[in-house]
Nanobody, 127 residues
Framework: QVQLVESGGGLVQAGGSRRLSCAAS????????MGWFRQAPGKEREFVAA????????SYADSVKGRFTISRDNAKNTVSLQMNSLKPEDTAVYYC????????????????????WGQGTQVTVSS
């Protein structure tokens, strides 16, 4: 079990940047994939980005490719999501998630695969 706490959300103007952080606690963090998902009002939670256990591989939703960057610092037990060129459609609650299965060779990109979730942090992009 991994405990996750997101931070860094807030109000930002379109075209601006924001960096989200996820602090994790638990022994499995260093060997498990981590992901960022988001959920807008009235919509289902959707995949945003994910990073494998070592940080050597990443995956992004088409809607954020080239704008968002996911990274992890296993020494600090943190996962970050750097968001650039933000658009109003990026407005959502962003969640950090952890996969309990260790050393996956394929990065999971679906909600159902992830086991532990943070409380979410609101990101609002104004036009």
């Amino acid at each position: 079990q991994v405990q996750l706490v997101e931070s860094g959300g807030g109000l930002v103007q379109a075209g601006g940047s924001r960096r989200l952080s996820c602090a994790a606690s638990g022994r499995t963090f260093r060997s498990n994939a981590m992901g960022w998902f988001r959920q807008a009002p009235g919509k289902e939670r959707e995949f945003v980005a994910a990073v494998n256990w070592s940080g050597s591989k990443t995956s992004y939703a088409d809607s954020v490719k080239g704008r968002f960057t996911i990274s992890r610092d296993n020494a600090k037990n943190t996962v970050s999501l750097q968001m650039n060129s933000l658009k109003p459609e990026d407005t959502a609650v962003y969640y950090c998630a952890a996969d309990r299965t260790s050393y996956r060779t394929v990065i999971p990109t679906t909600v159902g695969v992830y086991d532990d979730w943070g409380q979410g942090t609101q990101v609002t992009v104004s036009s």
